[in-house]
Nanobody, 129 residues
Framework: QVHLVESGGGLVQAGSSLRLSCAAS????????MGWFRQAPGKERVFVAG????????SYTDSVKGRFTISRDNAKNAVFLQMINLKPEDTAVYYC??????????????????????WGQGTQVTVSS
């Protein structure tokens, strides 16, 4: 069973930067595609960014393009989300997600919650105006 642990959240002012990290452990063969989702109070969990197993393809929701960058370190089974120019509307709990290595996730499927088999507990990001 894969276990995901997020870190790096916090309370920042608008225009600031944060870097979220997610470490995967427990899997015999690592993890496949990985992604970040977020959930604001009273709203559904939505896609933020995703990255394929190789790291060659990434996907972002429109509202974060140019501000957020997803990356991964397969040697460490980790995924990162660099966030710059944060806005109050970025406030949410951010969740890390990972797919099994045996499941191919195309770049187009990175944004789908159903593509992922494992989820972290979330880390809070709060951006004040």
């Amino acid at each position: 069973q894969v276990h995901l642990v997020e870190s790096g959240g916090g309370l920042v002012q608008a225009g600031s930067s944060l870097r979220l990290s997610c470490a995967a452990s427990g899997g015999a063969f690592g993890v496949g595609a990985m992604g970040w989702f977020r959930q604001a109070p009273g709203k559904e969990r939505v896609f933020v960014a995703g990255i394929t197993t190789s790291g060659l393809s990434t996907s972002y929701t429109d509202s974060v393009k140019g501000r957020f960058t997803i990356s991964r370190d397969n040697a460490k089974n980790a995924v990162f989300l660099q966030m710059i120019n944060l806005k109050p509307e970025d406030t949410a709990v951010y969740y890390c997600a990972a797919a099994q290595t045996t499941t191919y996730i195309s770049p187009d499927a990175l944004s789908s919650l159903g593509s992922y088999h494992y989820w972290g507990q979330g880390t809070q990001v709060t951006v004040s105006s």
